[in-house]
């Protein structure tokens, strides 16, 4: 993909329309040609040869998009980073990427002097909307840094689809870092899949609330340099300024995770609040296996909008499957774009027949490069004939739907008896009391594993341990009935908003009994 040529397009074609709405601007996309081609005439004066890597740590902001944008107009790789992401956190992921320069924002308790001191990198530049910076040479403020190359004109550099564009930290510091890297042609899969699946066209927009930093985030920025389709950016997720942004904005298409239709449902006001979303053409849910019932309780707010459930990795360029529209079959994650090559084999490599759980391998030209400065790991994640292995757990059906019974991770082994967490966890979730919940295995002598289930009880209700056994007795085998029952406050989370059973899992590693 070439994202200059497609911003210099739609500077041409829409050049008094606007591209990103954020808080109360709108920037056009002409402002936003000329912002690109300086930032990357000043990357490029950074670095001739194109080989630095660029990291970016900021919120979701429109010098977000700009960085994007002008890093791929340069033919550079760009490092998107979590801004949640500590200190300590920052400089793991710098020093293993080997990151020279970085576009950061102000944060408390971010010493960028420290930073530079601990890291390979050689400048930082600072979006400084407050004009407080203290500057020196290796800290700039972002403006005042780029305003002298918006008088030069720019000449792209010539690079290759297979160059690399990106490296996506996929597992935070937990760990050895994940940096996954896709090249220039990877670029072109997310949007390529919108277009196969959803009828798109410039008079859509769509809503950005999840983070830049993920895959999710860029394939909508994407959207918006291939279509010229706008972007509404929400800083943070909010469940009710949410809604009301799609009033606002007369919002056609969002991707969210299912935490977040938990939160939206679970409002007071979801069912009274008169926000109209007429505009919805498609409601999208990725990330994590989802409770039907629940998108069908989002879908009756908007029920002309095609309610859609979509599949895919940071690895294999997501989405990949996603729910034909016209299709009533969200307990699905849909079908596969027709250039990926997707089957589920046994623990032997044999393929499983339709109705059958295996372990879900991918093939096709959007699968990434590999993993950044780790080729082992690599080369343990491919099988001998080229199929990534996803580390998920699914079945197709015989009409060639798709479905996601989990991780291999989240499989729980009760005395030789399979559970699958997510299936726990969508029965928990029909409890009329129930917020959300999660699902692990702990230790047990005897048995090998056993399920223990974190409970979140909505607000004003109340249900005792035993209540929520007997009512998961009327619908599960008695071996996947939690053992154990543990009511929070809240479950731990990461940046998109996925729990984190990793968390859970160090603090119960104490067998149940």
Avoid at 240 to 251: A, H, N, S
Avoid at 301 to 308: D, F, Q, T, Y
Wanted: aromatic share 12%.
């Amino acid at each position: 993909m070439n994202v200059k040529e497609l911003i210099d397009r739609n500077a041409s074609r829409f050049p008094s329309k606007t591209a990103i709405f954020f808080k109360d601007k709108e920037i056009g996309f002409g402002s936003l040609k000329g912002t690109v081609d300086a930032l990357a005439n000043y990357l490029l004066s950074l670095d001739a040869d194109k080989t630095a890597k660029i990291g970016v740590y900021l919120p979701t902001v429109p010098e977000y998009v700009y960085s994007y944008a002008a890093v791929y107009a340069a033919g550079k790789a760009i490092v998107p980073l979590d801004f949640m992401l500590t200190e300590d956190e920052l400089i793991g992921v710098i020093r293993h990427s080997h990151t020279e320069y970085l576009i950061a924002f102000p944060k408390k308790r971010m010493d960028y002097s420290s930073l530079l001191r601990k890291t390979p990198l050689k400048k930082i530049v600072v979006i400084d909307y407050e004009n407080t910076l203290q500057t020196s040479d290796t800290i700039k403020s972002f403006y005042p840094e780029i305003k002298p190359f918006y008088k030069k004109p720019f000449s792209q550099p010539l690079y290759a689809e297979g160059d690399l564009s990106t490296i996506f930290y996929t597992s935070g510091t937990t760990g050895i870092p994940k940096g996954v890297m896709l090249t220039y042609r990877h670029l072109s899969a997310p949007a390529e899949a919108f277009k196969y699946f959803l009828k798109l066209n410039a008079d859509d927009v769509t809503l950005c609330s999840i983070p830049l930093s993920h895959i999710g985030g860029l394939d909508l920025l994407l959207i918006l340099f291939m279509f010229g389709i706008p972007v509404v950016l929400m800083e943070r997720f909010h469940p009710l300024e949410f809604l009301r942004t799609i009033e606002k904005y007369t919002v056609s298409l969002f991707c969210i995770v299912p935490s977040m239709y938990t939160a939206i449902v679970s409002l007071k006001e979801f069912d009274t609040l008169p926000a109209d979303l007429s505009s919805l053409h498609y409601a999208v849910v990725f990330g994590a296996p989802s409770s039907p019932d629940l998108l069908k309780r989002f879908h009756a707010r908007c029920p002309k909008a095609h309610l859609l459930h979509g599949w895919g990795l940071t690895e294999t360029s997501a989405p990949n499957t996603v729910t034909p529209p016209g299709s009533d079959n969200i307990a699905s994650v849909g079908k596969p774009v027709p250039w990926m090559e997707l089957k589920i084999v046994d623990e032997n490599g044999t393929t499983m027949p339709p109705g059958e759980k295996g372990h879900l391998l991918i093939k096709g030209w959007p699968v990434f490069k590999g993993y950044y400065d780790n080729e082992t790991l690599t080369k343990e994640s491919f099988t001998d004939d080229g199929f990534f292995k996803t580390g998920d757990v699914a079945y197709f059906d015989k009409d060639g739907f798709l479905y996601i019974a989990g991780r291999i991770k989240e499989i729980i082994k009760v005395g030789g008896q399979l559970v699958f967490a997510p299936e726990v966890e969508a029965h928990i979730a029909l409890h009329d009391a129930v917020y959300e919940s999660a699902v692990i295995g702990v230790n047990d002598a005897l048995r090998g594993e056993l399920p223990k289930a974190f409970v979140v009880v909505k607000e004003g209700k109340r249900v005792t341990e035993q209540e929520l056994k007997d009512f998961l007795k009327r619908q599960l085998a008695h071996f996947k009935i939690p053992h154990a029952i543990e009511f929070r406050q809240s479950l731990p989370k990461n940046r998109m908003g996925k729990v984190n059973k990793e968390a859970l899992r160090e603090t119960n590693s104490r067998p149940l009994r």
